[in-house]
Structure formats: structure tokens, C-alpha cells
């Protein structure tokens, strides 16, 4: 839809919040109204014939799983939206790209066009996911490859910080810059396909995957989205936007529906991939998990519509690994190529849903010739998009079969990819607290390094398969989560050892224990000890791997292996403790957090390969800390507002998304309560002070902020040019060099329906002590405007808009009004 037609530069009001989570959309009734039929009926049919609602029955497809319709109408239902848009792009680089699509497409047959929409089968090919090649067209295939933070399952990559740690950075161009070295890796290992960013929002602090993506706040996930598909397609290497959409949790992620209502869908969970279209991607995978009832990969109001036509995202569609359910109706509502073709995924039956099944169903027309030479046409597109056509490196790995001497050339693909790594690591690195000048560490004379977070992982830091580390007994330092967005450690320092090179140069003694439960020795070591680092954990991970009871996402909060306790023995002999905690997510830090002797606690998430030079270089202030929080830590698990969904009376658990655009700090805000360190919060070595605020309206024509040569989207480009500008003054009170991450919150009129704040802006400021800098920055159209579900539009709602600028959602330094 192009609002542009519809909609003039004017103010326009919308009726109502329409928040009204579940109750079924007028369109809807009239769905039924208008035909003249028995509704319920027609309703049962449609399903069956997964067109909009449930149904995942294609015709003469066999369903897996099926999940039967159970007649109750009262159950959220998406409406149906066909046929798919041919793929045209709106940027000149997808239109040449898909012009070479077309006509290359032309030397294809009907056969060859399938081969490119159907992987080749699970372990039939190198990498995790393969498309054969086709030698009569001369089209060498592709290679997909996880995961988010590094090639996946082979050796001499970097295993960069997760997303998570890059989020907490609040650097664009560090999310740029950690992205194109990590897509120089893949293509180096000649990998065509990166299957991230990964950008579903952390709605809940349990989500086991929260870490592969950029934290609780859409506005901070769209930029990391962004920045990171310009980061690795400027390398080469297509990108995916995933989950598409509402895979929050892991708990029930193959046969639950997220439902929520659209208002809640475009401006939380839609926004990363609006801008991730935006930025040029290549590719979007659909998810696991059902949204109103209906499977993500054949849900049409989700393909069809918002992604292909109001984003016109111009790439091609793939499912995540087996989420496809059904060939024909997953071909008809907007899916373009199934992962890993299988039609079931991982079994190694031969045999798919498409295939050969697929070219059945064009000849006997369920399937329309035009469907298909769109699927092939978006597929080539991206190829030619990124210049894969010219010399691209084929495969030189076996994912596997890792030792395999005929097919892993063991090709270095590092480069010097520790520098960006170890970077951003550093500058993820939050300091929450810091009293009694604790840190930085000033040649302390002796230093006691305690906990198995602290410690090398002792069986070698790839024993546990995808990172998942011992069934929870404690075993070496955290430095990813686990599932397949983990990569193999080619290397990995730890705390310890880079605490040890470093206390050496200082001749500071050092003492270290990395057994949790031997309490005893952590005290003997601890007392009369200069200072004591005590190291805890948290994990998650993805829900094929169980942990230690935790099917992925978390059980709790606490932290991991006594975490609590060992910190109590510890601050009880000795007043100078320093808490290091490396987590996939929030915990509950309630028991130490104010304890006089906690004189110092450092958030370091998860790092990667660089983990313990990372934090050093923190610790003895060689990089000034600007890390800020990408999610709240409560106080309480309750005060989220928001659980993980852990049982299931029904056949499709129901998850309902009742809080709508109540998560995180937006939830804490409207019930106002007091979080232990807010979204946004991070200390530094100095200090900074914000000064001068004000705000004019600007012309249309400049478009930089927005721009990207690669844009591409369908909503109107007016709406995405900068209308307001915002100027103010940072200064460098304090006396030492550094880094401030500033944040710009929008506060809504109040009849608007919004939270009391929402992240509009930020950036990452270096700023040398005693001096000033002024910092600009633009609001769009977009920016101050939210979706109204009546009239299906971004409008910008009547009344005060209030920008509100500080250093943490909660640390407020200046207000000015939009006129
Ligand atoms: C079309 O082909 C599919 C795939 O084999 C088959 O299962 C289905 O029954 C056919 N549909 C029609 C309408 O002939
Ligand atoms: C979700 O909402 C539906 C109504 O749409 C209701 O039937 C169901 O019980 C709810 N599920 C949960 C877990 O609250
Ligand atoms: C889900 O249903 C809600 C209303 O119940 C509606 O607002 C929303 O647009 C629907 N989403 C999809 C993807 O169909
Ligand atoms: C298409 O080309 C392939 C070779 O790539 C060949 O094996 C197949 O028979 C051809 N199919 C048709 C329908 O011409
Ligand atoms: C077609 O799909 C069915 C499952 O519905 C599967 O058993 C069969 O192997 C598929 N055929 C081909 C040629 O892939
Ligand atoms: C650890 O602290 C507990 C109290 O929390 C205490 O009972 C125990 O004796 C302490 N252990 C050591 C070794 O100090
Ligand atoms: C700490 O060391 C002092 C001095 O050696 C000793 O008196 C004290 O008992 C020790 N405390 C603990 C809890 O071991
Ligand atoms: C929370 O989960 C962790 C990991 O499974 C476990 O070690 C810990 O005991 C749990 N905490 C509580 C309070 O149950
Ligand atoms: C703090 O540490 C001192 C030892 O330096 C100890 O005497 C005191 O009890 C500790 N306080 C707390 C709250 O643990
Ligand atoms: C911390 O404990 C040491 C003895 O270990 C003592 O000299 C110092 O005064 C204490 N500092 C504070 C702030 O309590
Ligand atoms: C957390 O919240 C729950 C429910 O409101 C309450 O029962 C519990 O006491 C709270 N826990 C703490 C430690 O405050
Ligand atoms: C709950 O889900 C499990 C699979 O996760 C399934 O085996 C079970 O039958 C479901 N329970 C009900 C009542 O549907």
C-alpha cells in the first residue's frame, strides 16, 4: 500500500488506540457478513485450505505436524491476502538485480527454477542449508550459514560478541563494523547466505535466543538491524532478517500462535525488519511458531501483505529449518524458498514439500507459473544484488563433517578481525556500579579471581556441542549462548588468563578459585585480599538443547551454579568485591546490589573470542566503559509484566501478547515501577553534562539520515525524511577521555496510547575530558507518528510531542517540544 496516495503531509487523528488485543477485526465480520453462507463453515474451509486462517493443508499435501482447526472462532484469526507481488524493487540496485534476474531466469526450465526454490535436504551439501547447483546454466548454488555472530560449526572464524553485547554498545558504527568483518568470514569460507540479524525483540527477560538479537527496545533492534545488513552485504555476503515473525520464545516455538494486534505488530515487532528492508536485505526467514493461528511461513497477511507489498521487500522469503508446513499454500502466501528442503526437517528422508512436489503443483495449477518465476526471480535477485555472479569463493568447509580432509581446506578467514571483535566487546561492557573508586584497578597488590565464570573452559571451549555448557555444572567462563547462533571457538580468552598477562606487568599477586561450591577456598583466598573478582553466570539458549531443566528459555532469573551465595561468602571478608557477570539476559541481582562491600559491578554479556582482553582493557580503564543497558533489570521477575509461556493446555498454546506495547522499560514506566538499573543505564570513568537543548522544523529535502543506496521500502519516502532537527550540547565534565551514549525518548500526548516514553535517537559520542560537543539529530514523519489499527495508517498523533534526552530511559537532562 502506498500511503502517499492516501495520506497528506496533514495531521490526521486516529479514532481510537485500537489496542483491543483480541477481539476480531471489523474486516473480519464482514469476511462472513458479506457471503451469504454459513460462517463458521466457510471459516473451517479456509483454514483447510491454509488460505489466511489455520489450515497448513495444502491441497494433496500431507501436513506435518498437523494441528486440527477445533471449530472455536472466538481464536485470533489473520486474514488472508493474495495473490504475492511480483518482485519489481524501488532502489536502482534491485531493479538492475532483478533485471538480471529476469533475464538469466530465462535460460532456466521449469525443473531448474524449482531446484532454486528447494534446498537440497538436510546434510546433503556442505552447509546448513544448500541450493544444488545447476551446471546446465552454469549456476554454481548456494551456501547458507549461520549463525548470528560468526560462521557457525567450522574452524579459524572469529566468534564475535553476540548481538546482544554489540546492542549494548549503542554504536551504529560499531554494529556496521563487527557485521562487515563477520560477512568478510563468510565469504571467505564461501558462504553466500548469512542467516542473521536476527532481530526478535527481547519481550520477555526469560527468551532463551534474547541474546541473538539486540535487546528489548524496537527502535535499538532496527538500528542494529540496519546498520548490520549494510555491515555485511558491503562485504558481500546476503543477509537475513529472522525470526520473521513473533518468535519470542522457545517454549512451544513449533506449534504456538503469538497473537497480538497490528498496531502492537508494526510498532514493536515489525519495526527491525521495516528497517532492515530498508537497508537492502536480501532475504527474510519466516519462523517456527503459528502468529493468529496461522504458521508463519504461509501466514499471507504476513507475507503477502506487510512484508512484500507495504514493505515491498523485493528479496525472497525462506523458511527457518522446517517451518514449513504445507507445499502449495506456503507457495501461495509468499514463501519463496524452503529450508532445508526436507519434509521433515532434520529426518535425511529424501523427499519435500516442494521439489518435484512443487513443479506437480504449477503443472496442475495450484500453483501459478507466475508464483514460481517470482519465487526464482527474488532468489537470482539477491545473487546479483551482492555481485555473487563474479568469482564468488565456493565452500571450502564441510559443516558436517568438520574433519573431512577431501571437503574442509581449513581456510583462514580471521584476518584481523580480533581488533573489531575485542572493540566491541569492550564497548558492550556495562558498569552498573562503582563506589570507593574501585575501578578502574589501579596496580592493586593483591587480587583474588574467583568462580568458574572467571575460568578457562577446562575440556576445551568446543566440547559441549553448540555451546551448551555441561548441563549447567559450572565449567568455564560464558561466552555465547548456546544453540545455532553459536560458533566454534577458534580461540577464547578467558578472564582469568588475561587477568593473569595483565597482573603480571603490575606485579600484583594473584590468587584464583574456580569452584563454585568450594566456598571455603573462595573465602581463604578472598580475605585480606586487595581486591576480589567474583565471576557469575546466567544462560539460554535455543530449545533443541535442554539445560539443566531450562528448554531453552530460562526457568529463572537467579544466577546459575549459587552465583548468590558465592558472592555473600565472598563480601563478607572482603570490602572491596567486584562482581563481573556475564548473562544472555536480566537477572535478579537484588541480594548484592547494595551491599557496601559489592564495590563494583560489571555487565559484560557475552564477548566472543575476546572475552577476557575485553574486560581487562575495562577493569584498568585502558577503554573507558560506555556500555548501556539494552533491557531492563528488575527487581522482581513479576515487575516485567510479561512470562515466558510454559504450559499448554490446547494443541496450539495460545500466546497472547495482553501486555501490547507494554514491554520492558515501557511496562516498568506505565506501572511506574522502580527497576534495580533501568534500560539505557551505564556508568563511565567521567562525567557528562547535557546543556543547551532546542529544536526547528527542517525542510524534506534532506534525506542522509534515512538514505542508504540500497533503500528499499514500500511505505512512502516522505514519511522517512527528517521533519524535525534536535540540537544539543554534551560536555566532558569529568577527567578522563571517553565516550557518551546519549538517548532521545519521545513523549506522546497521553490520548495517544503510548507508553510515557519510547527511543527515538541515540549515538555514541567520543569526547575528550573538558570539552564540548554539539550533537545533532533528526525525527521523520515516521518517528512521531503511530499506527493507527482503524484506519490502518502511521499518523501522528494531535498534541504535544516532548523529546526527552538523557543518559539512561530514567536519567532525563533535557526536554524540548516539537512545534
Ligand atoms: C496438484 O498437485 C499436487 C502435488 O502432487 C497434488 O497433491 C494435488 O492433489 C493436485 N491438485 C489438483 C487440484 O489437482
Ligand atoms: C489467549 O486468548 C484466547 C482468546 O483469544 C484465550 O482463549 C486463551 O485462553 C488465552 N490464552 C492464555 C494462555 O492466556
Ligand atoms: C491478528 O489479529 C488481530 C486482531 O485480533 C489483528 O489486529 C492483527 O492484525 C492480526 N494479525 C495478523 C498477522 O493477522
Ligand atoms: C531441465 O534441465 C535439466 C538439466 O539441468 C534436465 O535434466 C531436465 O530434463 C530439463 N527439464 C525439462 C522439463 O526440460
Ligand atoms: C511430496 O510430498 C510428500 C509428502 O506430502 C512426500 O512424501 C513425497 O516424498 C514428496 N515427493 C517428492 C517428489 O518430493
Ligand atoms: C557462606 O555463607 C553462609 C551464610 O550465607 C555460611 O553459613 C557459611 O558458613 C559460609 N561459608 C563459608 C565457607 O564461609
Ligand atoms: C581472615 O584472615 C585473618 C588474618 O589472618 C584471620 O584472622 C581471619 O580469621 C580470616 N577470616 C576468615 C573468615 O578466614
Ligand atoms: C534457576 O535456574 C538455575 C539453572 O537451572 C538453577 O541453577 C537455580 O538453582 C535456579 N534457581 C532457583 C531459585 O530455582
Ligand atoms: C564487609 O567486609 C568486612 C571485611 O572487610 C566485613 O567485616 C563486613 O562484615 C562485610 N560487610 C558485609 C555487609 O558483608
Ligand atoms: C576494608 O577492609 C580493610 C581491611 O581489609 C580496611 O583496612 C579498610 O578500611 C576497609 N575499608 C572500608 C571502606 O571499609
Ligand atoms: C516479587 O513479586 C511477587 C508478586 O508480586 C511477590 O509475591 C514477591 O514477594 C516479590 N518478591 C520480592 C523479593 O520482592
Ligand atoms: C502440549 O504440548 C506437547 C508438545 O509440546 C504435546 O505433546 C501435548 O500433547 C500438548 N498438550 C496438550 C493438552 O495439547
Request: hydrophobic letters at 35%.
Amino acid at each position: 500500500m502506498k500511503l502517499s496516495t492516501v495520506l497528506p503531509l496533514a495531521v490526521l487523528a486516529c479514532a481510537g488506540s485500537g489496542l483491543a488485543v483480541l477481539s476480531p477485526e471489523p474486516d473480519y465480520q464482514q469476511l462472513f457478513a458479506e457471503r451469504d453462507v454459513d460462517a463458521a463453515a466457510q471459516f473451517l474451509e479456509r483454514r483447510q485450505q491454509g488460505i489466511g486462517g489455520a489450515g497448513q493443508n495444502g491441497p494433496g499435501y500431507q501436513t506435518v505436524p498437523s494441528v486440527p482447526f477445533n471449530g472455536d472462532d472466538s481464536l485470533p484469526y489473520s486474514p488472508p491476502f493474495y495473490p504475492t507481488p511480483q518482485t519489481k524493487g524501488t532502489s536502482q540496485k534491485w531493479k538492475d538485480a532483478i533485471g538480471k534476474a529476469r533475464e538469466y531466469l530465462q535460460q532456466f526450465n521449469q525443473t531448474e527454477k524449482v531446484i532454486l526454490t528447494t534446498g537440497s535436504g538436510w546434510e546433503r551439501g556442505p552447509c546448513v542449508g544448500n541450493i544444488s547447483p545447476i551446471p546446465r546454466v552454469g549456476f554454481p548454488g548456494l551456501c547458507l550459514m549461520d549463525g548470528p555472530a560468526g560462521v557457525r560449526g567450522t574452524d579459524r572464524v572469529t566468534s564475535f560478541p553476540d548481538a546482544i553485547t554489540a546492542a549494548a554498545s549503542f554504536d551504529r558504527d560499531l554494529f556496521y563494523k563487527r557485521a562487515h568483518a563477520l560477512g568478510e568470514e563468510f565469504k571467505t569460507k564461501g558462504a553466500n547466505i548469512w542467516l542473521g540479524p536476527m532481530m526478535n525483540v527481547a519481550r520477555t527477560p526469560l527468551g532463551g535466543r534474547n541474546w541473538e538479537g539486540f535487546g528489548a527496545d524496537p527502535y535499538l533492534n532496527g538500528e542494529g538491524s540496519y546498520y548490520s545488513v549494510l555491515g555485511a552485504q558491503d562485504a558481500g555476503v546476503q543477509a537475513t532478517l529472522k525470526h520473521y515473525i513473533n518468535n519470542e520464545q522457545e517454549h512451544f516455538r513449533n506449534e504456538g500462535s503469538s497473537n497480538l494486534d497490528s498496531r502492537t505488530e508494526r510498532e514493536i515487532y515489525l519495526h527491525p525488519f521495516l528497517r532492515g528492508v530498508q537497508a537492502g536485505a536480501a532475504s527474510v526467514m519466516c519462523s517456527y511458531n503459528l502468529v493468529n493461528n496461522s504458521w508463519a511461513c504461509q501466514n499471507s497477511e504476513l507475507l503477502n501483505n506487510r512484508l512484500k507489498t507495504e514493505l515491498e521487500f523485493p528479496g525472497y522469503v525462506m523458511s527457518d529449518w522446517g517451518a514449513q508446513h504445507a507445499g502449495v499454500a506456503s507457495a501461495n502466501a509468499g514463501l519463496d524458498m524452503t529450508m532445508p528442503g526436507d519434509v521433515l526437517c532434520c529426518s535425511l528422508q529424501e523427499g519435500s514439500l516442494w521439489g518435484g512436489n512443487l513443479t506437480t503443483a504449477v503443472n496442475n495449477g495450484s500453483v501459478a507459473t507466475t508464483r514460481l518465476d517470482d519465487m526464482a526471480t527474488r532468489i537470482l535477485a539477491g545473487w546479483f544484488l551482492l555481485g555473487q555472479d563474479q568469482g564468488y569463493p565456493k565452500a571450502n568447509f564441510n559443516f558436517f563433517d568438520k574433519k573431512d580432509p577431501a571437503t574442509n581446506q581449513h581456510v583462514d578467514a580471521t584476518a584481523d578481525h580480533d581488533k573489531i571483535a575485542r572493540e566491541v566487546a569492550s564497548a558492550g561492557t556495562v558498569l552498573l556500579k562503582n563506589r570507593r573508586n574501585a575501578l578502574p584497578l589501579n596496580k592493586p597488590g593483591s587480587m583474588a579471581v574467583i568462580g568458574s565464570d572467571a575460568g578457562p573452559l577446562y575440556q576445551g571451549a568446543n566440547y559441549w556441542p553448540d555451546r551448551a555448557q555441561n548441563g549447567g555444572l559450572p565449567y568455564g567462563t560464558l561466552g555465547q549462548g548456546w544453540g545455532s547462533g553459536s560458533t566454534d571457538y577458534s580461540y577464547f580468552f578467558s578472564p582469568y588468563e588475561a587477568l593473569q598477562s595483565r597482573a603480571r606487568k603490575d606485579r600484583t599477586g594473584i590468587a584464583w578459585n574456580f569452584d563454585d561450591f568450594n566456598l571455603a577456598q573462595s573465602v581463604m583466598i578472598a580475605n585480606m585480599t586487595d581486591v576480589a573478582l567474583v565471576f557469575v553466570s546466567a544462560e539460554s539458549g535455543e530449545g533443541y538443547i535442554t539445560l539443566d531443566r531450562n528448554e531453552g528459555d530460562r526457568n529463572n532469573l537467579t544466577l546459575w551454579n549459587q552465583g548468590e551465595q558465592l558472592i555473600r561468602n565472598v563480601t563478607a571478608v572482603n570490602n572491596n568485591t567486584i562482581v563481573i557477570v556475564h548473562s544472555t539476559g536480566a537477572v535478579d541481582m537484588e541480594s548484592f546490589a547494595e551491599n557496601p562491600n559489592v564495590t563494583a559491578i560489571v555487565w559484560a554479556n557475552l564477548p566472543g573470542s575476546e572475552s577476557g582482553r575485553a574486560l581487562v582493557d575495562v577493569l584498568y580503564g585502558d577503554y573507558n566503559p560506555s556500555g548501556r543497558l539494552p533491557y531492563t533489570i528488575g527487581k522482581n521477575r513479576t515487575d516485567y509484566g510479561t512470562d515466558v509461556l510454559y504450559y499448554n493446555d490446547t494443541v496450539t498454546p495460545q500466546i497472547n501478547y495482553t501486555e501490547a506495547l507494554n514491554i520492558d522499560y515501557r511496562y516498568f514506566d506505565t506501572k511506574n515501577i522502580e527497576p534495580r538499573y533501568e534500560f539505557g543505564f551505564g556508568l563511565s570513568y567521567t562525567k557528562f553534562a547535557y546543556s543547551g537543548a532546542w529544536t526547528q522544523q527542517v525542510g524534506s529535502a534532506d534525506n542522509s539520515w534515512w538514505g542508504s543506496a540500497n533503500a528499499s521500502t514500500g511505505l512512502p519516502e516522505w514519511l522517512f525524511q527528517p521533519k524535525y532537527e534536535v540540537t544539543f550540547s554534551l560536555t566532558n565534565a569529568g577527567d578522563w577521555d571517553g565516550h557518551e551514549v546519549w538517548q532521545a525518548y519521545l513523549e506522546f500526548p497521553r490520548s495517544a496510547g503510548e507508553p510515557p516514553k519510547v527511543l527515538r535517537g541515540f549515538g555514541r559520542e567520543k569526547i575528550s575530558k573538558y570539552n564540548t560537543k554539539e550533537v545533532k539529530f533528526h525525527l521523520s514523519q515516521y518517528d512521531v507518528s503511530t499506527w493507527c489499527n482503524d484506519k490502518q495508517q502511521w499518523l501522528q498523533p494531535e498534541g504535544k510531542l516532548k523529546v526527552l534526552i538523557g543518559a539512561s530511559s530514567r536519567d532525563i537532562r533535557q526536554a524540548v517540544v516539537l512545534n
